[in-house]
């Protein structure tokens, strides 16, 4: 059973940056970060593979946010620049047991998920 644990989060201005970070990770597994807004869905923000050598981004993140893994610790970060209010919501970090070469940026694709933190971005 893996138990992912997010932390990093909190209220920034616009323009800021915040890093993100989900412990507890395991390095044989390709790891994504997803947010979920108030009344939307939940969405794919960046992914990286088991080695580290495939990231993926949502389009409008990218520039901006970087996602990096350190296996030796077991952690995945997800750094976060020039952030916009746009950007408020709460990331969840995931797991993919199944693909270790390629992010998906399919929720159904992740099989282990953190219980959230909370990125407020003001204006």
């Known amino acids: 059973q893996v138990q992912l644990v997010e932390s990093g989060g909190g209220l920034v201005q616009a323009g800021g940056s915040l890093r993100l970070s989900c412990a507890k990770t395991?390095?044989?597994?390709?790891m994504g970060w997803f947010r979920q807004a108030p009344g939307k869905e939940r969405e794919f923000v960046a992914g990286?593979?088991?080695?580290?050598?495939?990231?993926g981004y949502l389009d409008s993140v990218k520039g901006r946010f970087t996602i990096s893994r350190d296996n030796a610790k077991n952690t995945v970060y997800l750094r976060m620049d020039s952030l916009k209010p746009e950007d408020t919501a709460v990331y969840y970090c995931?797991?993919?047991?199944?693909?270790?070469?390629?992010?998906?940026?399919?929720?159904?694709?992740?099989?282990?998920w953190g219980q959230g933190t909370q990125v407020t971005v003001s204006s």
């Open positions: 395991s390095s044989r597994y390709t």
């Open positions: 990286i593979s088991v080695s580290g050598s495939s990231v």
């Open positions: 995931a797991a993919d047991i199944d693909m270790p070469y390629y992010p998906s940026n399919r929720i159904w694709d992740y099989d282990y």
